[in-house]
């Protein structure tokens, strides 16, 4: 049953703009509904975001596909995760063949997603700790996303990306974000653009039980 969901999910996708089958694929592969509240599992194969625990939520599927496709990952880049959340976008991002260490602030979603992954064959790094910040001791990083709303481009995500390297981050107030695509592309020198108008949980600083 599930698999005939994600199937009609990866068509709507596909029908809203996302090309790169690789990203079709791994949407197509993993199952959302195990990182969904069993309230909502019904609806995991539906084109919406849902909440979860620690008052967040699991992403549209499509906005999903279009940070992961944004970032134009290839087999064993270094890729850090700024908020794990449930651990779907961690476990997309496994599925495209990157290196992936992703930092969680929420302590039961960050347990939850460390203990979750694994069953289901993904192992990336995970960390508890604030995202603002990254993780400076295990960069750079060929590609940075960040799955929350930012106000600002936090400076010590720009300063961990490697020269050539992508950061996707949405940025805005609490009712709206625009999809930044950050390249970087000397020591000292970045591009910026605007990819639209997507809404995200607020991206909060410091450590939460």
Do not use: W
Not at 5 to 25: P, W
């Amino acid at each position: 049953m599930h698999q005939g969901m994600r199937r009609k999910l990866v068509e709507e996708i596909r029908n809203k703009g996302i090309t790169d089958e690789r990203v079709l694929e791994a949407i197509g592969s993993i199952p959302r509904h195990l990182f969904m509240d069993s309230t909502f599992v019904q609806f995991a194969y539906i084109d919406k975001a849902f909440p979860i625990a620690a008052g967040q939520t699991i992403s549209q599927p499509y906005t999903v596909a279009f940070q992961t496709e944004s970032l134009q990952i290839k087999k064993f880049e270094r890729v850090l995760e700024v908020g794990t959340g449930s651990g779907y976008q961690a476990a997309i991002l496994c599925r495209m063949g990157g290196s992936v260490y992703t930092i969680e602030r929420q302590k039961s979603l960050y347990e939850f997603a460390s203990n979750l992954l694994p069953t289901l064959g993904y192992r990336p790094h995970f960390f508890y700790g604030d995202g603002y910040l990254g993780l400076p001791t295990y960069g750079p990083f060929d590609k940075i996303i960040v799955t929350a709303g930012a106000t600002f481009v936090p400076e010590p995500l720009k300063q961990q990306l490697k020269i050539g390297g992508i950061l996707v981050i949405p940025v805005g107030n609490n009712q709206l974000q625009i999809m930044k695509i950050i390249k970087r592309i000397s020591e000292k020198e970045y591009t910026e653009e605007d990819k639209g108008g997507f809404v995200f949980v607020p991206l909060l600083t410091g450590l939460s039980d």
